[in-house]
């Protein structure tokens, strides 16, 4: 099968070399979910990188062939790989000599600027920071790299400045998997830096590490965001901390909300905490593993004030089972993860004891943990969740049915 996809790309583009969408479908097939895996992607984007037809975009399908390894598919150690930056490199200055519009420029110069700050080259990211200036497109770090560009920043100043040294051992301490080594050089790091930036991407390094620590040593784990949601990512609707301490979260223009904590979680675990829902009408939920937050294709709990609904299935939209059940004003819940099945507890009572996540895209060993709510269109009062906590599983949970 795989050579006759060859051979129908290779006729396509003898007819038209940069037919973009020949590229994009036959580089689609050679991901892990269909074809070859994340070498013969690389190979085949290092192919259209050599073609050196600068003058159209056939060489740029090797920044895209290497977000979609490394991002999309999930195998982000190929970043700090010396071959794969030193080819982006080759792509991006030859991109950049191009005959592009300069908003153009600015765009691909920004993501040559997020390559190298991801693949951990600091000293060009801030120096492409520092050429770009205002032309910034600061929407690339959340859409392609879903992390704020102000974090972004404060990791490139970080490692680039004073602290430079320090901050990069810690880094490489934690990249290296070495997370409780590198904790202490991240607060030693935090309590000597005074640039808002350094500081905010400092702050999340220290409650992301701490997360991991505690995970580690298995016990229960308090993930409240702190002011500034350090150690989390509000990827849609409006998130803040309010004055008695829970998280809040507000729908904007009818998207639904979620926030997602930067601490991955592998393997098995239980999440449990509070919510309150607007007294009529709104929706609020745990997300147990997502891989990519853009992809609303995760597995949800979540329950329905108006319906008086518990429910499990993809997303906010697809519910594949529900239940009746009685809502208080707060609400507890806990919800137990051992690989692809979910146990699911209300206010102290079991509500679904067996569901089965859907095909195992939806259910990565490893991925966030998220908060989300749905309340409609022009709704303006927000869900809460307070004391959420979270626990390593080191033997199978037997579902107790309610006394």
Known sequence: MGHIKRLW?????????DYIPAYSQFEHSLSPAWGPGYQIMYEFGLECLNTQRFDTKVPGRFVEAMWDIAEDWGASEWWRRPDVYANLQTAFEGILAGP??????AHYKSMYAAMAWRSGHYED????FDELGDQLDNAVFPERFKTPVGLVRGQVYAATGPLGKKVQRAEALYF???VERALPLFEKALRSATDEEVVSYLRDRVVTLRIKVGLAQGDWVDIMPEKGLAGWQSVRGSWNIEPDGSLAGREINDCGTLIACNAPVEGNFEIQGEIELPPDRGEGGVIPRIKNPDRINWTTFRIDVAGSQAMIGRCFYSPTEDKQIQLKPLNTFLVQVWYEQVIVYLNGELVFPDYEFEPVIHCPAKGQVGLGARHGEQFDAPTRYRNVQIRRLTTKPVPQPSE
Do not use: I, M, N, Y
């Open 9 to 17: 790309f290779d006729r396509a583009v003898a007819s038209q070399f």
């Open 100 to 105: 592009w519009p300069d908003e153009d420029l």
């Open 125 to 128: 990211a801030r120096r492409l």
């Open 176 to 178: 290296g998997g070495e």
